[in-house]
């Protein structure tokens, strides 16, 4: 069983960073691709990132801005924001899937298997 665990939310003016993990629990560490996404208040949940062994790919809100990393030994992921704005306040998420597979240019978010709780970002003055 596999258990995700974020990280580092907060609240945040607009043009700071912000840092969030995800705390890996479970078995076969490298194996597993990690999926970022948050969902804004009366929106759908977008993805942002996936990063798996060897590749790392970002989606449209997140190219540019946001930089996803893992890191072995600590068995954690995270996720860098940077030049913070009002409309990146959502929930991030972390999820993991054994590959990142994008269908039509979208992260097919189904296919994850386990899912974090999520952790609040708000940015805002």
Do not use: N
Not at 24 to 34: E, K, L, R, T, V
């Amino acid at each position: 069983q596999v258990q995700l665990v974020e990280s580092g939310g907060g609240l945040v003016q607009p043009g700071t960073s912000l840092t969030l993990s995800c705390a890996f629990s479970g078995s076969h560490w490298d194996d597993w691709a990690i999926g970022w996404f948050r969902q804004a208040p009366g929106k759908e949940r977008e993805d942002l990132s996936c990063i798996s062994r060897r590749d790392t790919y970002y989606s449209g809100s997140a190219k540019g801005r946001f930089t996803t990393t893992r890191d072995r030994s600590k068995q954690t992921a995270y996720l860098h924001m940077t030049a913070l704005k009002p409309e990146d306040t959502a929930i991030y998420y972390c999820a993991v899937d054994l590959i990142c597979y994008y269908d039509d240019g979208a992260l097919r978010e189904a296919d994850f298997k386990f899912w974090g709780q999520g952790t609040q970002v708000t940015v805002s003055s």
